[in-house]
T-cell receptor, first 113, second 112 residues
Framework: NAGVTQTPKFHILKIGQSMTLQCTQD?????MYWYRQDPGMGLKLIYY???????DKGEVPNGYNVSRSTTEDFPLRLELAAPSQTSVYFC????????????FGPGTRLTVL | AQSVAQPEDQVNVAEGNPLTVKCTYS??????LFWYVQYPNRGLQFLLK??????LVKGSYGFEAEFNKSQTSFHLKKPSALVSDSALYFC??????????FGTGTKLQVIP
């Protein structure tokens, strides 16, 4: 049981390029989330999903897209990367039972130059 | 809109002394409150949660938190700090729709 895994761990992207951050969980959790963590800013919710085929925007969705074709996978797509998207990205999941805790992946550190 | 405030960017405490990390919240309806800890270059790890019931919640690694409804607070406490407790601590609140809001985090530094 690997929990929540994220790839890559680190990446440097050029301005205007696109990439996909991968997130997979093997706990059969219905709910999945993407956060970004900036220094001194805590975690900001980008997108979340309550099940396969269902996604919704969080606080800071601009510049990102997501899809949820399976229960296990929740990739985050960056289109036309900008320096403001330099951050650490965390994926998390929860079973969906009300008030249950979130399980976090190890994060992806992304730099846009 | 729900919100969480962690008024201290950093808390310094001597090893063996009690520690408190403060958190206040705002949410419609019943609050579901959480504390998470983050060690360097790692994801967040769950410490404890308050759903309902006893206002004093016990969690991992000897931590506990006190829920105070009238003051809308959920402070994290530990009777005796360890150097290994040094980390970044996040308070979070969840509404009834799975939307979670995190505070900005408090860095705890335990001094030997």
């Amino acid at each position: 049981n690997a929990g929540v895994t994220q790839t890559p761990k680190f990446h440097i992207l050029k301005i205007g390029q696109s990439m996909t951050l991968q997130c997979t969980q093997d706990m059969n959790h219905n709910y999945m989330y993407w956060y970004r963590q900036d220094p001194g800013m805590g975690l900001k919710l980008i997108y979340y999903s309550v099940g396969a085929g269902i996604t919704d925007k969080g606080e800071v969705p601009n510049g990102y897209n997501v899809s949820r074709s399976t229960t296990e996978d929740f990739p985050l797509r960056l289109e036309l990367a900008a320096p403001s998207q330099t951050s650490v990205y965390f994926c998390a999941s929860t079973p969906g039972v009300l008030a249950d805790t979130q399980y976090f992946g190890p994060g992806t550190r992304l730099t846009v130059l | 809109a729900q919100s969480v405030a962690q008024p201290e960017d950093q808390v310094n405490v001597a090893e063996g002394n009690p520690l408190t990390v403060k958190c206040t919240y705002s949410v419609s309806g019943n609050p579901y409150l959480f504390w998470y800890v983050q060690y360097p270059n790692r994801g967040l790890q769950f410490l404890l949660k308050y759903i309902t019931g006893d206002n004093l919640v016990k969690g991992s690694y000897g931590f506990e938190a006190e829920f105070n409804k009238s003051q809308t607070s959920f402070h994290l406490k530990k009777p005796s700090a360890l150097v290994s407790d040094s980390a970044l601590y996040f308070c979070a609140v969840r509404d009834g729709y799975q939307k979670v809001t995190f505070g900005t985090g408090t860095k705890l530094q335990v001094i030997p």
